[in-house]
């Protein structure tokens, strides 16, 4: 099973900042990874996939990077929506797994 | 507008079984790949089983493997999972959610469905 390692575990910062969150495979996982956003009492949200490309809608604010075992998403400038639980998750292998998620709060 | 809504869930006692069920519309069901993915209360995400559109491929967790199984039938646009000998462990909201046939991650997913394990 591939373990996905996400840093840190809760990211304090003010509206405006820029969030780096990083996520770490324990094997490659090649660009097959994504990341998600959950907000309290909500269903996931597809952010990115293979790594570095936005899905459908996503504010441009938001990019991922990263191949094989590092990755890493940013969000340039925190919006207030912005502050949740992000996971990333790798389609790479069975069984498929998520990160233990990254709570971004406001500081 | 692509919908799939969870129903099923409840409180179930250590060792009983709960068939949970997903009805998806807005979409062509028979044509997608889709998954059971739990969450614990206050925990992160964990995915627990899939089924190929045809239902010809089926895959599970380890957690779960040869306690709960997969299904669908695609003539009335239904996922389900049949949840046997249930632990405490698998106290959770249970969400289906569907693969994108594009890009191959969940693009949709349901509200969940909670289930409770305890006596």
């Known amino acids: 099973e591939i373990v996905l390692t996400q840093s840190p575990a809760t990211l304090s910062l003010s509206p405006g900042e820029r969030a780096t969150l990083s996520c770490r495979a324990s094997?490659?996982?090649?660009?097959?990874l994504a990341w998600y956003q959950q907000k309290p009492g909500q269903a996931p949200r597809l952010l990115i996939y293979?790594?570095?490309k936005r899905a459908t809608g996503i504010p441009d604010r938001f990019s991922g990077s990263g191949s094989g075992t590092d990755f890493t998403l940013n969000i340039s400038s925190l919006e207030p929506e912005d502050f949740a639980v992000y996971y990333c998750?790798?389609?790479?292998?069975?069984?498929?797994?998520f990160g233990q998620g990254t709570k971004v709060e406001i500081k | 507008e692509v919908q799939l809504v969870e129903s099923g869930g409840g409180l179930v006692q250590p060792g009983g079984s709960l068939r949970l069920s997903c009805a998806a519309s807005?979409?062509?069901?028979?044509?997608?790949?889709v998954n059971w993915v739990r969450q614990a209360p206050g925990k992160g995400l964990e995915w627990v089983s899939y089924?190929?559109?045809?239902?010809?491929?089926?895959y599970y967790a380890d957690s779960v493997k040869g306690r709960f199984t997969i299904s669908r039938d695609n003539a009335k646009s239904s996922l389900y999972l049949q949840m046997n000998s249930l632990g405490a462990e698998d106290t959770a909201v249970y969400y289906c959610?569907?693969?994108?046939?594009?890009?191959?991650?969940?693009?949709?997913w349901g509200q969940g469905t909670l289930v409770t394990v305890s006596s």
């Open positions: 959610a569907r693969i994108s046939r594009g890009i191959h991650y969940f693009d949709y």
């Open positions: 807005g979409f062509t069901f028979s044509g997608y790949e």
């Open positions: 089924i190929s559109s045809s239902g010809g491929a089926i």
């Open positions: 094997q490659s996982v090649n660009s097959y």
């Open positions: 293979d790594a570095s």
């Open positions: 998750h790798q389609r790479s292998n069975w069984p498929r797994t």
